[in-house]
């Protein structure tokens, strides 16, 4: 459903679109589906890089609310018979660490508006319609691309004769859309293992732990609604997820799950070696700058009197 309000959004994304598919035109054929299918994973990635200051954001509120967790659950303890005050206290400790349990939502919010323009703006395209300024030469040539023999409008359920006016075979058309909606339910549920994973263990008497898990294994189920978007939306998900996938990844890994002692106080722990460090042979201590060295403390001692001067007597 087109938003007239929302009409800037389409606007952008048809832009961008534009400028890239005409990058990518320069060497290679505008045709063709490698060129579209480059185009889709270009603004996908240029999407996502300009969102990653709000990860960032997420991932370290995360990691605070990580290390708050031995705090969390002596307030859950001390408070179990007040519901209200215990919340009270919860949220008065994560105000004072800085920690806001909704940073999570924050890259997902960015993320709806930009998918809201894909879906409208591919679907004019599949629709044969230049709109939100793009030419019909370029909806033309999005017609004409293939990905894998599958056009790049063509959705599962879009008719047969639809799918041959675009000259494609519909059997094939609908194995290429059943692989990528697949792969679509498939990283959708590895993103989502992932954080749900690293999160239950470190919080295992979290009380939304059985919520996550439904969540886990109720996500990809979600992906199946992608048999009525085009190939191209579908493209962009799947590239979207692969991307979360690695950023979890490079942040997890350098930001390992905080410890605690007896005390529930924080102990440092190692962070696991980059690739590029494994490919050196280094760790993270050996590359950290050596710190500088302590200056060295010199003692005057003082010098030994003769005995005359200690005691102050004359020679004779």
Not at 34 to 58: E, G
Not at 170 to 186: E, G, K
Not at 257 to 275: C, E, H, T, W, Y
């Amino acid at each position: 459903m087109e938003l007239s309000w929302l009409s800037w959004l389409y606007e952008a994304v048809a832009f961008v679109i534009t400028w890239i598919h005409t990058g990518y035109a320069t060497f290679l054929n505008p045709d063709s589906g490698l060129t579209w299918a480059l185009t889709i994973i270009t603004l996908t990635v240029l999407m996502r890089i300009c969102i990653f200051p709000l990860f960032l954001k997420q991932m370290r509120s995360s990691k605070k609310m990580q290390e708050l967790a031995p705090k969390v659950a002596d307030i859950r303890k001390r408070y179990k018979n007040d519901k209200q005050r215990m919340n009270q206290e919860v949220m008065a400790l994560y105000q004072g660490a800085g920690a806001n349990p909704l940073g999570g939502c924050l890259p997902v919010l960015a993320q709806f508006p930009i998918f809201i323009g894909m879906f409208t703006v591919l679907q004019a395209m599949a629709s044969g319609e230049p709109k939100f300024g793009m030419t019909q030469e370029l909806v033309d040539s999005a017609g004409k691309a293939h990905i894998f023999g599958a056009p790049l409008p063509a959705y599962f359920f879009m008719p047969e004769a639809d799918m041959i006016a675009l000259d494609a075979s519909p059997v094939q058309t609908r194995v290429v859309m059943a692989i990528f909606v697949a792969l679509s339910s498939l990283t959708t549920f590895l993103t989502v293992r992932q954080s749900v994973t690293r999160s239950m263990a470190q919080m295992p008497d979290n009380p939304m732990a059985q919520q996550q898990k439904i969540l886990m294994w109720i996500s990809p189920l979600f992906a199946f609604f992608s048999l009525n978007f085009p190939l191209g939306l579908i493209l962009y998900w799947v590239t979207t997820n692969v991307w979360t996938l690695g950023q979890q990844h490079w942040f997890y890994s350098r930001n390992p799950m905080p410890q605690f002692d007896a005390k529930g106080n924080v102990i440092p722990v190692r962070p696991k070696p980059s690739l590029a460090q494994r490919l050196r042979g280094t760790t993270p201590e050996e590359e950290a700058p050596a710190p500088p060295p302590e200056p060295k403390i010199v003692r005057n001692q003082p010098s030994r009197q003769s005995r005359s001067k200690r005691t102050g007597s004359k020679k004779s």
